[in-house]
């Protein structure tokens, strides 16, 4: 999801938008419990049939993301970022606070983000601040 505004232009044959987005990182327990974090890297996302769709740079390495937090209103697992970057982007990650993870369970989103919205914006806007802020 950005998380401000986007610079938008059209590259000819489509709209695109460029700005900070907050992708959310699922890591799995052996007792099938997760915990959620969050990580912001400038996206552009383009339309791709129905979906919106741009690649993040995580420390040399590109990531596909689509619509809110990078999987359409789900969470990234851990497990498919490219071995080699998995732990250093989990430690720059940040845990989301359990109220915000809450509203996120319970949010109600479907293949988008659900009502924790604005929540999830204000708070990654708050933790990521843009350097200079």
């Known amino acids: 999801m950005y998380i401000e505004k986007t610079r938008t232009w059209n590259d000819g044959e ?12 699922s890591k799995w327990d052996e007792k099938h419990n997760y915990e959620l ?10 339309p791709c049939g ?5 690649t993040a740079r995580i420390y040399g390495h590109s990531l596909t993301v689509s619509g809110d937090y ?5 969470c990234k ?12 982007a989990w430690d720059e990650a940040v845990p989301l606070p359990p ?16 009502s924790e919205r604005v ?7 708050q933790t990521f601040k843009k350097k200079g802020d």
């Open 14 to 25: 489509q709209h695109v938008g460029r700005a900070r987005f907050l992708i959310l990182l």
């Open 37 to 46: 974090r969050g990580l912001v890297r400038k996206v552009a996302l383009r």
């Open 50 to 54: 129905n979906w919106m769709m741009g």
């Open 70 to 74: 990078g999987a359409d209103g789900l």
């Open 77 to 88: 697992d851990l497990e498919r970022l490219p071995e080699e970057i998995r732990e250093r």
């Open 99 to 114: 109220g915000l993870r809450n509203a996120w369970d319970k949010g109600g989103g479907w293949n988008c983000a659900g």
């Open 119 to 125: 929540l999830m914006r204000e708070w990654a806007r």
